[in-house]
């Protein structure tokens, strides 16, 4: 419905809506990993006057139904009962994922509604047309499952977008550049056509979440509508570009989308804590790019990203690239200012490690998905 075709004196005016209220903010700090994120990528974003040509768009919490039409009713129920029971410094291990990795948090529904709410703001401004892209950088949790909390993912919002797309357009495409694989997105849609998940991601053994192979292709009428990459530790920007370029350019050949959802993990960038690739914010910028190029109504996620001023830097240059505005290379002085040194710039410096993906592997699995894709022709 090419909704990118809005003009305005003459050049082609991107209506962006941004996903943002306090409330939102105050949830998405809970989860203990990322304590305090969400409010330093809003101050960077805010500090760059990012968001004076945007369109706020102000969260309402989702409902249970809502939440249930992906996740089991059972869970949903599970995590009305506990809600304000426990808090994470309960050492339990209780039911439905819930403990561990993913520790009980004070207001545990009320987390879940806010998150599950702020990416379905975004999807249904983009089904009414309001936004051609709208941005949540407090949702992407592509780890949890139908009925269970996993990978610090308590309510699969990326699901909940995607299911909620699908009310207007016919076939959506999603793409996770997280460094960890998207593994409840593709579980979501693994036996459909009309959506098709494409994760690039980090596959070694004992790399969690371990699945993401490339023989990992959906099944019935959704096989080779689950595209994985697996790549091994130490990529870096030029490299991943030209993969994902390669693989993009098989996909949007194999599949005609009508709207895309985009997952930003920002732990692929350098000196993440528990990611093992070497990239830049300029390999999240040029996938972001490419997929906008195809004008297609979008949907834009964080999820992961556990160095917190490199998350900020990555998010707010991404930020900067949909709104179409240059950003100065000096992070701007603001309440956190003193996060972003010893350089105090918004470019992130990759380090010399060395990229472990040979020739030989990368070709070898841009063969297998390329053969794959083939049966979609
Ligand atoms: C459960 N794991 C995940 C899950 C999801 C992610 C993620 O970011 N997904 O996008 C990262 C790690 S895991 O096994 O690698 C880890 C569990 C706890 C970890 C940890 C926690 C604190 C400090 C260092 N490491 S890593
Ligand atoms: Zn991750």
């Not at 993912?153 to 550049?177: H, M």
């Not at 994902?244 to 009508?258: C, G, I, P, R």
């Amino acid at each position: 419905n090419g909704v990118f075709s809005r003009e305005e004196d003459d050049n082609l005016q991107v209506q962006v809506g941004y996903v943002y209220d306090e409330n939102l903010v105050r949830h998405a700090s809970k989860v203990s990993n990322i304590k305090g994120r969400a409010l330093v990528v809003q101050k960077l974003i805010e500090s760059y006057d990012l968001l004076r040509n945007t369109i706020i768009l102000k969260p309402t919490p989702a409902t249970s139904e809502e939440l249930c039409s992906f996740h089991s009713s059972d869970y949903i129920e599970y995590l009305k009962e506990i809600n304000t029971k426990y808090t994470p410094e309960d050492d339990v291990t209780l039911e439905y994922g819930i403990g561990y990795d993913c520790p009980p948090l004070d207001g545990i529904f009320d987390y879940c509604c806010a998150i599950g709410g702020g990416t379905l703001t975004a999807a249904k401004a983009l089904n009414k047309g309001e936004v051609d892209v709208a941005i949540n950088w407090f949702g992407g949790w592509h780890h949890a499952q139908r009925d269970e909390a996993d990978g610090f993912c308590y309510v699969n919002d990326a699901v909940l977008g995607i299911l909620e797309l699908r009310k207007c357009f016919n076939y959506v495409i999603y793409v996770d550049l997280d460094v960890h694989h998207g593994n409840g997105v593709e579980a979501g849609f693994e036996r459909t056509h009309k959506v098709m998940t494409l994760s690039l991601h980090q596959y070694e053994s004992g790399f969690y979440p371990g699945t993401g192979s490339t023989a990992d292709v959906g099944t019935g009428v959704g096989q080779y509508h689950s595209v994985n990459v697996p790549l091994h530790e130490g990529i870096g920007d030029k490299h991943y570009c030209n993969v994902f370029d390669q693989v993009w350019y098989k996909v949007v050949d194999s599949f005609e989308f009508d709207a895309v959802v985009i997952q930003c993990g920002a732990d692929g960038l350098s000196g993440d804590p528990l990611g093992g690739f070497n990239l830049t914010q300029e390999a999240y910028g040029h996938c972001v790019r490419k997929i906008l190029m195809e004008s297609k109504p979008t949907l834009i996620l964080g999820g992961g990203g556990y160095n917190i001023a490199n998350t900020s830097r990555c998010w707010a240059y991404l930020t900067s690239l949909v709104v179409g505005c240059e950003l100065d290379s000096d992070i701007p002085e603001h309440d956190f200012f003193s996060m972003y040194g010893p350089s105090y710039e918004l470019a992130i410096t990759p380090s010399n490690r060395k990229d472990t993906n040979t020739k030989e592997y990368v070709d070898g699995i841009l063969k297998e998905i390329e053969d794959n894709l083939t049966h979609l022709f």
